[in-house]
């Protein structure tokens, strides 16, 4: 299997001190489409900021085989898009157009293309018409959705997603989720929604106190309870652990 991404012994503490990373090894494979779960305060944002060079450190981060380095950082960041946690930290535009089609202006688009690119991307969140709005008049989910644009309008090869579903109404995380399985790219997504997990991803990493204490596949960690329990989760709504099962208001 072909590497997308390869981090080893990632350590990383902010700069006021504050600890978040602790020897990290991960590799993703291109096609995985793998969960980061674990409770608040674990590392998962902090890690997924390491992905495109947002945050570095001298450890071992390697994306398609490359680091990454000012040279390549505006191709590394075409190639793995990243969506942040908070819609606030991403959006910072006078208008919905020009946040969707700020990188593909920045990777040299035609004008003919720019448009293309950036409708097809609001299209794709269902959020089509909102253009000439301002990203900071909007709700929270109709935010979120538009940052999501902000990476689909170019067409990268990793998605890296921090908590996407979060704020989104029913309909329109179920949408996002289609949205995703139908695509055929490299995604990360860091979550407390173990229903997209469940619905969208095949292996899952847990992460606890910065170090990663679990990785396998969706199927089996999703369904060991104690390894759930003991890092601050719980089961996906369908399985839950047998004090919860007992509960005459479940089945
Ligand atoms: N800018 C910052 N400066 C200092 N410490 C930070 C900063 N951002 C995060 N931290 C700390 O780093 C650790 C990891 O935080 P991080 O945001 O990566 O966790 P998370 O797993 O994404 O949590 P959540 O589920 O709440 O999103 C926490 O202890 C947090 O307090
Ligand atoms: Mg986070």
């Known amino acids: 299997m072909e590497e997308a991404i390869r981090i080893e012994n990632l350590s990383y503490a902010y700069p006021d001190g504050q600890p978040a990373l602790n020897d990290v090894n991960l590799t993703v494979y291109k096609g995985d489409s793998l969960a980061m779960i674990g409770p608040n305060g674990a590392g998962k944002s902090t890690l997924l900021l390491h992905l495109n060079g947002i945050l570095s450190s001298n450890d071992y981060v390697r994306i398609f085989s490359e680091a990454i380095t000012d040279k390549n950082l505006k191709e590394v960041r075409r190639r793995i898009g990243l969506v942040f946690q908070n819609p606030d930290d991403q959006l910072f535009s006078a208008t919905v157009f020009d946040d969707v089609a700020f990188g593909p202006l920045n990777l040299g688009y035609s004008e003919a293309e720019v448009r293309q690119a950036v409708a ?90 910065g170090r990663i204490v679990a990785d396998g596949v969706v199927k089996e960690i999703l369904h060991d309870l104690p390894l759930l329990e003991a890092h601050g989760l719980s089961g996906p709504p369908g399985i839950r652990s047998a004090s919860e099962s007992g509960s005459p208001s479940r089945g």
């Open 120 to 209: 097809d991307a609001l299209a794709k969140v269902g959020m089509s018409g909102f253009e000439r709005r301002s990203s900071h008049h909007l709700s929270l989910g109709e935010r979120k959705r538009i940052t999501i644009a902000t990476i689909l309008s170019m067409s990268p090869e990793v998605m890296v997603l921090d908590e996407p579903t979060s704020n989104l109404d029913p309909r329109g995380k179920w949408q996002l989720i289609e949205l995703l399985r139908e695509m055929p790219v490299t995604k990360i997504i860091a979550t407390h929604d173990l229903e997209l997990v469940e619905a969208l991803c095949d292996r899952v990493v847990i992460l606890d106190k």
